[in-house]
């Protein structure tokens, strides 16, 4: 099947910049997504980008997309300590949705 | 507001019991999903429905139940036979079904319930 893999963990100081990684599998991708989840919540959607792109930018968040590799990136400049959460990333092939299993940001203050 | 309520927030299951999880949105959605989340790993999916009336089972639908008889409301229930509930259980919705292209299917996600086994 399917897969999609992230680290587990980044720890970075409070404004840094933090960039999570997200490798997948599935060659027919066609929009790439990042979701926070705070302890105890739901996920929320924070961007996501078509494959045909290679970059989408959105305030504070940077995504680039290298579909040769199959890499996707989330850079969030100035982390906040309110940035502190887990990230999943998903990708939506032609026959489903794959999440990672999400990458845990500490903000150091 | 438009949004996707998850109830209750916390659920107690007794062995043997069935138990219920509720998920409702406003957004006017057609598809509905349910995803059960295990510390460390991702989202895994149980079943969904893209229409009313119609379902479908996911990766992990032993021991689950659904039904889709409006299309605002999509409960999940946990039967006796489903012996490792304890998780977080959340529920998504899109306005289009399916994978395949279209921002539509982006799935939004309701704030989960959390399941506990006495």
């Known amino acids: 099947g399917e897969d999609v893999e992230q680290s587990l963990f980044l720890s970075v100081r409070e404004g840094d910049s933090s960039v999570i990684n997200c490798t997948y599998t599935?060659?027919?991708?066609?929009?790439l997504y990042w979701y926070k989840q705070e302890p105890g919540a739901g996920l929320q959607l924070l961007t996501y980008?078509?494959?045909?792109?290679d970059m989408k930018q959105d305030q504070r968040l940077t995504v680039l997309l290298n579909k040769k590799d199959k890499h996707l990136s989330l850079r969030i400049a100035d982390t906040q300590t309110g940035d502190s959460a887990i990230y999943f990333c998903?990708?939506?092939?032609?026959?489903?949705?794959?999440f990672g299993t999400g990458t845990k940001l500490q903000v150091i203050p | 507001d438009g949004g996707i309520t998850q109830s209750p927030k916390y659920l107690f299951r007794k062995e043997g019991q069935n138990v219920t999880l509720s998920c409702e949105q406003n957004?006017?959605?057609?598809?509905m999903y349910w995803y059960r989340q295990d510390p460390g790993q991702g989202l895994r999916l149980i079943y969904y429905?893209?229409?009313?009336?119609?379902?479908q089972k996911g990766d992990i639908a032993e021991g689950y139940s659904v039904s889709r008889e409006k299309k605002e409301s999509f409960p999940l229930t946990v039967t006796s036979a489903q012996k490792n509930p304890t998780a977080f259980y959340l529920c998504?919705?899109?306005?289009?079904?399916?994978?395949?292209?279209?921002?539509?299917?982006?799935?939004?996600f309701g704030p989960g319930t959390r399941l506990l086994v006495l």
């Open positions: 980008i078509f494959s045909n792109m």
């Open positions: 957004l006017n959605h057609d598809a």
């Open positions: 599935d060659s027919s991708s066609t929009y």
């Open positions: 998903a990708e939506r092939g032609y026959q489903k949705v794959t």
């Open positions: 998504a919705s899109s306005l289009t079904p399916g994978p395949g292209q279209g921002s539509g299917k982006t799935q939004y």
């Open positions: 429905s893209q229409i009313v009336n119609d379902f």
